[in-house]
């Protein structure tokens, strides 16, 4: 994904789509949390189809040494009703 720099510093946005039925959990992870904001870090999409879009801020430029994940697990009912994103 990319960073777009403005006056505040640096936005990306990455959108998220499900293709499974069954409900999926995500959690956005990086090596540098003190220097980067995510929104939101955890969530569920419940169903297949579902998005929702992450964003990524940061005051100070992006550097190679810079690294992202996006953990996934599969999810039951109960699991995903606390973090549904479309709630």
Do not use: M, W
């Not at 789509?17 to 955890?42: C, D, E, I, R, Y």
């Not at 100070?60 to 606390?82: H, K, M, W």
């Amino acid at each position: 994904f990319q960073f777009v720099e403005s006056q505040t510093g640096y936005t990306s946005r990455l959108r998220l789509t499900s293709l499974q039925q069954q409900a999926v959990g995500f959690k956005f992870k990086t090596n540098a949390p003190h220097k980067f904001l995510v929104k939101p870090v955890v969530c569920a999409l419940t169903k297949k189809g579902t998005t929702v879009d992450v964003i990524v801020k940061s005051t100070s430029p992006i550097t190679d040494a810079d690294r992202f994940l996006i953990q996934t697990v599969a999810l039951d009912a109960n699991e995903a009703e606390g973090l549904d994103s479309t709630k």
